[in-house]
């Protein structure tokens, strides 16, 4: 798979990199935050990170004055194993030199598969910051080294936390997998209760 940079214009179909914003307060606070060896774990929100000026100013700039969760994504990860979508635009800060798997959510077929070949990765170096639009597939970052990643995750309030309704069990329904989060997962990664509708390899970065 080719890799490529979050600054080619390949990138432009799913995000943008977010200038003129300070983010070494939040860039510190990560620092201290656990980086499993053989897993990946993230936390929606986090008050020590959501207390930094750096989202106040993300609140009132990126999300228009909405309420949102400043948390985090940190481990080791080399594959792919799921898609998933918002709606709404995710800030990811990268801490570490981390790398994304993304797609578009317009290449999803009518009975809600979608076909691996059209991922495409893009590197993300440490302290860059990128918005990704609602429409663009992505999921747990991948490690660039041995040493793993910490990513800084921003979203709308709410967004990921467990689900106090039914959803549809038709449709999109069966894709939704928490609030605001539509999941289209990989057979092989064993997700419980997730849809399995990626199809092909299941890409590894190993």
Avoid at 20 to 49: A, H, N, Q, R
Avoid at 80 to 89: D, G, P, Q, T
């Amino acid at each position: 798979m080719e890799m490529k940079k979050v600054t080619d214009d390949a990138f432009s179909t799913y995000g943008k990199v977010l200038e003129g914003y300070d983010f070494s307060g939040l860039l510190e606070v990560m620092k201290d935050t656990p980086l499993p060896e053989d897993e990946v774990i993230y936390v929606p929100g986090l008050e020590c990170l959501e207390a930094e000026p750096a989202a106040e100013v993300l609140k009132k700039n990126a999300y228009g004055g909405l309420p949102i969760q400043v948390g985090y994504c940190n481990g080791h990860n080399l594959k792919l194993n799921a898609l998933e979508y918002h709606r709404s635009s995710e800030v990811d800060i990268a801490a570490s030199d981390l790398i994304l798997l993304l797609g578009r959510q317009q290449d999803i077929r009518e009975d809600y598969t979608y076909d691996t070949e059209d991922v495409e990765s893009f590197f993300v170096p440490a302290g860059t910051a990128v918005e990704l639009y609602a429409t663009t597939l992505h999921y747990a970052p991948c490690q660039a080294s041995a040493e793993g990643f910490r990513c800084v995750i921003v979203l709308p309030e709410g967004t990921n936390h467990a689900l106090d309704f039914s959803p549809a069990p038709k449709g999109e329904g069966k894709l939704m997998a928490a609030k605001n989060k539509w999941l289209i997962a990989h057979e092989d990664a064993k997700i419980d209760g997730a849809f399995c509708g990626l199809k092909g390899e299941n890409i590894s970065l190993e």
